[in-house]
């Protein structure tokens, strides 16, 4: 079973940011996350409402059945 605890390497150790789910000895997988793409992902994306406004356009005949499906649709 693979559990995943946050922490971060300083100074030759790593001081993990929770309790890790063992109690026993227990082997480890390190991994070191790219600190440039940390960053990005910490910033919020900025929505832009109506930004598609008038883009798209749904054809009239939209909610009518598919000819491929007309004699399934038949009651």
Same mark, same amino acid.
């Given at each position: 079973?693979? %559990?995943?605890? &946050? $922490?971060?390497?300083?100074?030759?150790?790593?001081? =993990? /940011?929770? *309790?890790?789910?063992?109690?026993?000895?227990?082997?480890?997988?390190?991994?070191?996350?790219?600190?440039?793409?940390? %960053?990005?992902? &910490? $910033?919020?994306?900025?929505?832009?409402?109506?930004? =598609? /406004?008038? *883009?798209?356009?749904?054809?009239?005949?939209?909610?009518?059945?598919?000819?491929?499906?007309?004699?399934?649709?038949?009651?």
């Amino acid at each position: 079973m693979l %559990q995943v605890v &946050k $922490g971060v390497y300083e100074n030759g150790q790593i001081v =993990l /940011e929770e *309790k890790p789910p063992v109690k026993t000895r227990t082997k480890v997988l390190v991994t070191f996350l790219d600190e440039e793409k940390q %960053q990005q992902s &910490k $910033g919020k994306q900025k929505i832009i409402l109506g930004l =598609l /406004e008038g *883009k798209i356009d749904t054809p009239d005949d939209f909610n009518e059945p598919l000819e491929d499906l007309k004699e399934y649709m038949q009651p």
